[in-house]
């Protein structure tokens, strides 16, 4: 297994791991992914590489808690437990193009992996401008580091409790406004922003790169279950992506592919809750009721 | 040869074809003429001595036997079951000519499970030579490259991007027709030679081949990538959901166990009207396993006719008991879906057969204005693959015109020391030719390091 070396919960929902993997650390190059595995029952579950330390040979992910797997995953992953699975890192690493000037746009399970990102282009020399959305000032992580890397640092809240009050495609509407010359836009989030995103800077004209998230099994090309339409052509996410032009992208037919399984998922998170509830009940000591 | 109740075995996952007992083995030795220039060993691509192992069952030397099968199959109980016996050693057997050829691949198979209930082993002794050898897949092919390898006397890591080893015996061909059990006995034979077996190992992306030979210091590489990415026919309706590759069903449920869902967390959302495109193994397998995960019709759509159906004929045979319906000279068109994006009909066209084309057989032609449509709600595609991009993205290994990587008669790749073999070299292909380039790999990878036999 795959050991838990650190973990941090930014909210009720989102968590941090720290998993030791040097070998992966050395390799990993930002807009990567990872599967993991809980244990031999799991799912394989793909998540972005949110950071990496190549002398501390550790990956970090940041978790949103949605369903089954994820949820148990934030019940059971504290430091020195062990991830079953772990392989990457997968998919090629995003283009650090030559722009000059980049807002790089993060929302939702979006912020964390949209960092690499950003220090890559400020490492490779751009003027970097962040834009990052959560719905509360409660929920926000990682300020401090965004800032060390980005030139501007644009936080949107959904409720203006920090921040300019509004999605995050205000954020990049005001930093066009504000810049002639921007010469690429990054987005990660969920599919409906990224969207949002891509018509935001499609009368402009600026190249629009998003990061793509459809269902996955074994995240080698070898199943096609990643498949997503970009530019009227079929492309495997997994290793044709998951970076993608967002002007190209079918974002419908992402986002009807993504809710493929929802009745199975919801049998799975029911399950599973009524599970943790009975084990909950029971009282110290006696042997629990095995689901 | 017993096999299971159709009815019966349609709704369990159990094998199939029952094996023979000892004293069926035995009878069935005595059919073997013992010809003096034996046609099945021609056509057996490993050139097995058929009569010379069945010789020895019949004087009850059984390890014997096993002995000097393996001296050319280093997985007699996987090739045993799985190996289009028909079209190879038993379908030039003269017994064949007025009566059942002898059956070849089931004497094969009860040899090598008597070795792995028996726990036979080859016991020579391994001389050590100081040698890496890392090797890329844990298919049929690498695993025989590894066996051959370690036995030399390498030091032999295999690295396998899934969390389980075996390739497509194990995500693929399913339980029915080749127990994990089998596939786990294999494994622990090549771990006994002290092969290292590293799972959960992307190579390309982890490390690339040339790290492999560089820092990682190997001193030789063999790739047995398998060939993978599942092909789609570019109709309208292709994305809707519950069209998928047979591959992501088969994944699903032989390597993730989607069939104990929610016990096991993988979906596999199967519905109850299921129509696999194509009629290879992949198809026949991709259909078996929806009509034991409860689907109430299995429908095969091919456009050409039986005669030219690709997959092994006992297997065909065994599907057509088992109830599935053939549509054959049938082509998809389209699929259509309902207002969720669910897929609920394909649209077909008949197909008449023309003039022969490349591979001499007749062409399938579109007949004008034979569209018709029929109900389903789950899609399968099982119309071939193409060669992963992984390697290629990530190395400077040569590929050829198809994207296969390119090798020369001894199977050495563009890079020195690197070899390839198995699917990712010819494309799809059988087990035993994956096994068999295995080995000439690894006597390739021996002389190029210099180690005499
Ligand atoms: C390349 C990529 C990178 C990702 N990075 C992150 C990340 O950094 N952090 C994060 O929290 N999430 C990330 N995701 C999404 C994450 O994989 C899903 O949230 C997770 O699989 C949900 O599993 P579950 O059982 O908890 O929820 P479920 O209830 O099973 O699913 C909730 C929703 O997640 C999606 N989903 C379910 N299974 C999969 C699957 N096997 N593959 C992809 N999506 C699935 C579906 O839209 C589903 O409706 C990423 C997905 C992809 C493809
Ligand atoms: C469903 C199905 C049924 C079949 N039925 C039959 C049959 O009845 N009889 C028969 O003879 N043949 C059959 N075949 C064909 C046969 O299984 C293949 O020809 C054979 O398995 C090829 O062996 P291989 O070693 O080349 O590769 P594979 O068995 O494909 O194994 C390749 C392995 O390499 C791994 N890999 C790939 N890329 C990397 C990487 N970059 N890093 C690490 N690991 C990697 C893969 O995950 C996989 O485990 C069938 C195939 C399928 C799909
Ligand atoms: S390996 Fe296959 S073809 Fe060769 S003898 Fe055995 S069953 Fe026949
Ligand atoms: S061809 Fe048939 S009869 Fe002749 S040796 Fe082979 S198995 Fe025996
Ligand atoms: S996840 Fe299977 S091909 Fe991409
Ligand atoms: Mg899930």
């Given at each position: ?8 919960d ?52 940041v ?8 949820r ?30 980049v ?19 400020k ?17 926000i ?9 980005c ?6 809240t ?24 921007i ?30 998230n459809p ?9 096609g ?33 993504l809710?493929?399984y ?6 799975a ?10 084990l ?10 095995k689901? | ?16 074809a029952?094996g ?53 199959t280093?997985?007699?109980?996987v090739c ?35 070795a ?14 100081p040698?890496?050898?890392?090797i ?41 027709r080749?127990?994990n ?12 030679l002290?092969?290292?077996i ?97 689907a ?75 569209e ?13 693959t193409?060669?992963n ?5 990530t190395?400077?290994?040569r ?47 021996r ?7």
């Amino acid at each position: 297994g795959f050991p838990v070396v650190d973990r941090q919960d930014f909210s009720e929902t989102t968590f941090l791991l720290e998993v030791s993997h040097p070998q992966m650390a050395r390799a990993a190059r930002p807009g990567q992914f990872v599967i993991v595995m809980l244990d031999n029952h799991g799912e394989r579950i793909p998540l972005t590489i949110a950071d990496f330390d190549r002398e501390g040979g550790t990956i970090t992910l940041v978790v949103q808690a949605v369903g089954k797997s994820s949820r148990e995953m934030q019940a059971r992953m504290v430091p020195g437990a062990r991830l079953f699975g772990l392989v990457g890192p997968m998919g090629i690493p995003s283009e650090i193009s030559d722009a000059r000037k980049v807002i790089c746009v993060g929302g939702g399970l979006g912020v964390a992996p949209i960092y690499p990102q950003a220090r890559a282009f400020k490492e490779a020399g751009a003027y970097v401008i962040g834009v990052v959305g959560f719905r509360s000032r409660e929920l926000i992580f990682w300020e401090q580091k965004f800032r060390d890397v980005c030139d501007e640092f644009v936080i949107c809240t959904d409720d203006g409790s920090a921040g300019i009050k509004g999605l995050v495609t205000q954020g990049i509407e005001q930093a066009i406004a504000a810049h002639g010359d921007i010469d690429e836009v990054v987005a990660i989030g969920p599919p409906i922003m990224m969207r949002a995103c891509a018509e935001t800077t499609r009368p402009h004209g600026i190249k629009t790169m998003v990061s793509l998230n459809p269902i996955m099994v074994d995240g080698t090309g070898m199943c096609g279950g990643c498949r997503v339409r970009v530019g009227g052509r079929i492309r495997f996410a997994c290793v044709d992506g998951p970076d993608f032009d967002g002007h190209e992208v079918d974002f419908d037919d992402l986002m009807a592919r993504l809710a493929r399984y929802r009745p199975q998922e919801r049998e799975a998170l029911d399950r599973y809750d009524d599970s943790c509830r009975r084990l909950a009940m029971a009282p110290a000591g006696a042997p629990s009721e095995k689901a | 040869m017993p096999v299971q109740d159709p009815a019966a075995r349609a709704r369990n996952f159990e094998e199939v074809a029952l094996g023979f007992d000892r004293e069926n083995a035995l009878l069935e030795c005595e059919r073997c003429l013992m010809c003096p220039q034996p046609a099945c060993v021609e056509g057996c691509p490993v050139n097995i001595d058929i009569p010379g192992f069945i010789a020895k069952m019949i004087g009850k030397d059984f390890e014997g036997a096993w002995n000097h099968l393996t001296d050319s199959t280093l997985l007699p109980a996987v090739c045993g079951r799985v190996c289009p016996q028909e079209e190879q050693c038993e379908g030039v057997c003269p017994v064949g000519d007025r009566l059942e050829p002898v059956a070849i691949g089931r004497l094969e198979r009860w040899l090598g499970d008597q070795a792995i209930a028996n726990g036979w082993r080859k016991t020579s002794h391994i001389e050590p030579v100081p040698f890496r050898v890392g090797i890329v897949g844990s298919g049929p092919a690498s695993m025989a490259c590894a066996a051959d390898l370690a036995k030399a006397g390498c030091k032999v890591t295999i690295y396998e991007a899934l969390h389980a080893p075996g390739g497509v015996l194990r995500y693929g061909i399913p339980e029915f027709r080749l127990p994990n059990s089998v596939v786990d006995a294999e494994i622990a034979n090549l771990e006994a030679l002290g092969v290292e077996i590293q799972c959960n190992t992307l190579v390309g992306r982890l490390f690339t081949v040339e790290q492999m030979l560089g820092e990682m210091d190997f001193d030789a590489v063999f790739i047995g990538a398998g060939a993978g990415t599942p092909r789609f026919m570019d109709i309208p309706g292709e994305n809707l959901n519950g069209v998928l590759s047979a591959n992501e069903l088969l994944t699903r449920c032989n390597l993730m166990h989607a069939g104990d869902f929610p016990s096991y967390d993988t979906p596999l959302g199967l519905g109850k009207r299921v129509a696999v495109i194509g009629a290879g193994n992949t198809a026949m397998d991709a259909m078996r396993v929806s009509l034991r995960l409860g689907a109430e019709q299995v429908h095969c759509v091919y456009r050409r006719t039986e005669v030219e159906c690709p997959a092994r004929k006992e297997e065909l045979h065994h599907a057509q008991e088992e109830g599935i319906q053939f549509h054959w000279l049938t082509t998809p068109v389209e699929l259509l879906g309902d207002a969720e994006n669910n897929v609920r009909t394909i649209r077909c066209q008949r197909m008449e057969l023309g003039e022969p084309d490349e591979s001499g057989r007749r062409r399938p032609v579109p007949v004008e204005g034979s569209e018709f449509d029929f109900e389903a709600d789950t899609v399968v595609y099982a119309i071939g693959t193409s060669p992963n991009p992984i390697l290629g993205q990530t190395s400077k290994l040569r590929l050829n015109k198809w994207g296969y990587i390119d090798t020369d008669a001894t199977l050495a790749t563009s890079l020195a020391g690197v070899y390839a073999g198995g699917d990712i070299v010819t494309g799809a292909a059988t087990v035993i030719l994956a096994m068999g380039a295995g080995r000439k790999a690894a006597a390739s990878i021996r002389s190029y390091l210099g180690i005499r036999d």
